[in-house]
């Protein structure tokens, strides 16, 4: 099914631990973000791409790394895992202007960092 | 950076009744979108809506760029409209990422 497919949906880390969350899409979109949800919040960014081999930060970047080496993938990094980061990430994709008409949300990932 | 917000923070409809949520943004609205994210956690996209009106079956939106804000409204609710209801703006024009506010809680009991 078209669409975003992030892997794992949950993940218990231990403090100091890395780990990489998964995130394809088979639409060809270019445009594809990463954010993270807190309780009682609403999504914050992470990280986005704007198309293969271009990143950049947004809000909440620090903690994190992404690559884009392909059109279909965008993983995210953790490289030292800390309990702030306990959290549901989603990752998100789009078409670019003039075809831009919203964002389409994987199903999340649920981090636990104990 | 841009700054949303959604009123009311929580709702409790009875089954049938209708409702307007709202978002007020303190910069200039495009490329707008309205998310449900239900019980489960799914985020769905409902509108992407930078100026004027829409509508999908119960579900309308209207935004108004010029006054920087926009209505969601939900006639006829129903208990599966339950969860949690964003919208969502780039922090600046020509800009795509969204920023979100932190939601409209809505229950529908029946």
């Not at chain 1, 992470?46 to 884009?68: C, F, K, L, M, W």
């Not at chain 1, 059109?71 to 202007?97: I, M, N």
């Not at chain 2, 200039?28 to 489960?40: A, D, E, G, I, K």
């Not at chain 2, 009106?53 to 969601?72: C, D, F, I, P, W």
Request: hydrophobic letters at 30%; proline letters at 7%; aromatic letters at 12%.
């Amino acid at each position: 099914n078209a669409g975003v497919t992030q892997t794992p949906k949950f993940q218990v880390l231990k403090t100091g631990q890395s780990m990489t969350l998964q995130c394809a899409q088979d639409m060809n979109h270019e445009y594809m973000s990463w954010y993270r949800q807190d309780p009682g919040m609403g999504l914050r960014l992470i990280h986005y791409s704007v198309g293969a081999g271009i990143t950049d930060q947004g809000e909440v970047p620090n903690g994190y790394n992404v690559s884009r080496s392909t059109t279909e993938d965008f993983p995210l990094r953790l490289l030292s895992a800390a309990p702030s980061q306990t959290s549901v990430y989603f990752c998100a994709s789009s078409y670019p202007p003039p075809r831009f008409y919203g964002y389409t949300f994987g199903s999340g990932t649920r981090l636990t960092v104990v | 950076g841009i700054q949303v917000e959604q009123s009311p923070p929580d709702l409790i409809l009875q089954e049938g009744a209708n409702s307007t949520l709202r978002c007020n943004f303190s910069d200039s609205v495009n490329n707008l979108q309205w998310f449900h994210q239900n019980p489960w956690g799914q985020l769905i996209n409902l509108f992407y809506i930078p100026s004027g009106t829409k509508q999908n079956g119960r579900l309308s939106a209207t935004t108004v760029a010029t006054e920087r804000y926009s209505l969601l409204y939900i006639s006829s609710s129903q208990t599966t409209d339950s969860g949690v209801y964003f919208c969502a703006n780039p922090p600046g024009a020509g800009s795509y990422q969204l920023t979100f506010g932190k939601g409209t809680k809505l229950s529908v009991i029946p």
